[in-house]
């Protein structure tokens, strides 16, 4: 059965490249049921349409693209997935809407997906086919979704207790609907936290930095991009920029940041699992990862590596994930010692002194 997509956007130009692209797919996939040119008409259109997902621009006429994610998630809850232009301005237009509730976020232009136009068209169906996806989550109250975990994965704290500082280092890495997850993490940290922190969000590079920014507004601890021999210190998360590879190396008894370009071949860049097999070398037993809601696997081979050296690893519940790829991944390998849900993860963060 094909995905019923409602494509919003106030020029006609970008409405008709989706739909085309959608509509052209060999399988047989899609089906554009409606085009809306602002977010008020978005609105009347996803309630009689009825889509699966939607795709929403956020700078629009009459309606902004944030208001009708607003209204859409109040009234006819569903997946949205953003475009948007890859300017500062945009950057946080867009983080201003996954707040609001969308799932997921494109920029506006494909060269910015990726320069190879075919791959880019292939990323953006997989892109609506997987919120797509999302549709029954997001439709059904969450009491009603129940989590299945060996209980001893389920307790309330870890073996080793984060508020006993038994850690060296905190890495939190995350996909789709991370950024939402790490923000209500990083909110209930208190200033005082005395071990450094190192995000890797797959994200843009043009948006990594005003997500940090963001982060640093919302935090009582520091929130930078991070920039290459950066020094882990505590208290201070540094967040992994957008198209490049950053990885952990220990120099005169001191943790620097190094960063590296991506080069062709590599999936991801960030990519978690660089980085968590640098952290592994560099800190064996004295550190913890946590994987957040995201599509793929990324993360899971580095945190492999990291809990054959004694590391601790924690995954995000399935019921609180946007998407459980990532952290279903990782509790798969059998590598896990703790399976959480993301309030859970916000009370433990709170309660660090």
Same mark, same amino acid.
């Not at 554009?32 to 889509?51: D, H, K, Q, S």
């Not at 950057?91 to 609001?100: E, F, G, I, S, V």
């Not at 991009?225 to 490049?244: H, K, S, T």
């Given at each position: ?56 621009? +956020? ?12 209204? @859409? ?6 997946? @949205? *997935? ?99 997850? #790490? ?16 995000? +890797?969000?797959?994200? &843009? ?33 540094? *967040? ?5 590879? #950053? ?9 620097? #940041?190094?960063?590296?370009?991506? +080069? ?26 946590? @994987? ?34 990532? &952290?279903?991944? +990782? ?7 703790? @399976? ?14």
């Amino acid at each position: 059965m094909a995905i019923r997509v409602l494509i919003v956007d106030d020029s006609h130009f970008m409405c008709k490249r989706i739909a085309d692209i959608l509509e052209k797919d060999q399988g047989q996939q899609f089906e554009v049921v409606g085009i809306a040119g602002n977010g008020r008409e978005a609105i009347v259109l996803a309630a009689t349409t009825e889509p699966d997902v939607i795709t929403m621009d +956020v700078e629009m006429p009459v309606m902004d693209g944030i208001t009708a994610v607003k209204r @859409i998630m109040a009234e006819t809850p569903t997946p @949205i *997935l953003m475009f948007s232009a890859s300017t500062h301005v945009g950057a946080k237009a867009t983080l201003d809407a996954l707040d609001a509730g969308a799932i997921d976020f494109l920029p506006k232009q494909f060269n910015e997906i990726n320069g190879d136009h075919e791959v880019a068209r292939q990323i953006l169906k997989s892109r609506v086919r997987n919120v797509a996806l999302q549709a029954e989550r997001i439709k059904r109250p969450q009491t009603q979704v129940l989590n299945v975990y060996p209980e001893r994965l389920l307790g309330a704290i870890s073996r080793r207790k984060l508020n006993r500082y038994e850690f060296e280092l905190l890495v939190i890495v995350a996909s789709t609907g991370g950024p939402v997850a #790490i923000q209500k993490i990083l909110t209930e940290i208190p200033a005082q936290c005395s071990i450094p922190i190192l995000l +890797v969000q797959h994200m &843009p590079g043009n948006f990594t930095h005003s997500f940090a920014e963001r982060l640093n507004a919302l935090c009582k601890i520091q929130v930078q991009e991070a920039v290459n021999n950066d020094e882990l210190l505590p208290g201070v998360a540094l *967040l992994a920029p957008g198209g490049q590879q #950053i990885e952990v190396e220990a120099r005169a008894g001191k943790k620097f #940041i190094v960063l590296q370009p991506k +080069v062709a071949g590599d999936i991801y860049s960030p990519c978690a699992d660089m980085t968590l097999t640098s952290v592994a070398q560099v800190y064996r037993n004295k550190a913890l990862a946590i @994987i957040l809601t995201g599509m793929g696997a990324d993360g899971r081979e580095g945190a492999k590596i990291m809990h054959k050296a004694g590391s601790e690893i924690w995954a995000q519940d399935e019921a609180s994930c946007t998407i459980y790829g990532m &952290p279903k991944a +990782v509790v798969d390998a059998g590598i896990v010692t703790k @399976i959480t849900t993301l309030v859970e993860l916000m009370k433990i963060f709170r309660e660090i002194n």
